[in-house]
């Protein structure tokens, strides 16, 4: 009888540590990673050549270093939600990311109908007049190009503004041949 009971016993035993060892394999469920998902807006900036003057064309155009632009979103009732200037790099390239966009409608308040690109100045004193080549005086419009930018904890929708150009304020006149 004692041989039988503490064969229970053992049995007893044996089973809680087989519980025991099963349960603290069990991992527990970690929570979800939250993805931070941003916006962006890239574009450049160029100086227009004289040769043409009063068009949209950028031929001959060389991009702006340090030259500025700005980034204005305005809510459904057309009211400035976001402003941010931001600064060219040594290609005439701004990425601008919109960290504090908030949109109160999801629809009427995004970005790419919300937000447009508008030049602010240019560094160089031989071209810094604004032009509107792609309505960047009146406010360029965002176009979607499917661009994201994809990271473990980090997501960015990548939206495109421009090219934008500011021009020479004189420019020498062509001697007609």
Request: hydrophobic content about 35%; proline content about 6%.
């Amino acid at each position: 009888m004692a041989s039988t009971q503490l064969n229970v016993f053992t049995s007893m035993l044996l089973l809680s540590l087989a519980f025991a060892l099963a349960s603290a394999n069990e991992q527990v469920p970690a929570k979800p990673v939250e993805k931070h998902v941003d916006v962006g807006i890239e574009g450049v900036v160029y100086c227009q050549s004289c040769e043409h003057y009063g068009t949209w064309s950028l031929s001959g155009a060389k991009p702006i270093s340090n030259s500025t632009i700005g980034v204005i979103c305005k809510d459904y009732k057309k009211r400035v939600s976001f402003y941010k200037a931001f600064q060219t790099d040594a290609n005439g390239y701004f990425y601008a990311e919109l960290k504090g966009f908030k949109m109160g409608h999801s629809l009427l308040d995004h970005p790419l109908h919300s937000c447009s690109v508008k030049l602010v100045s240019s560094p160089q004193e031989n071209c810094n007049s604004l032009t509107n080549v792609n309505y960047g005086l009146n406010g360029a419009p965002l176009r979607y190009e499917d661009k994201r930018l994809i990271g473990s904890r980090y997501e960015a929708v990548v939206y495109a503004a421009g090219p934008l150009a500011f021009r020479p304020a004189h420019c020498i006149p062509k001697n007609p041949a």
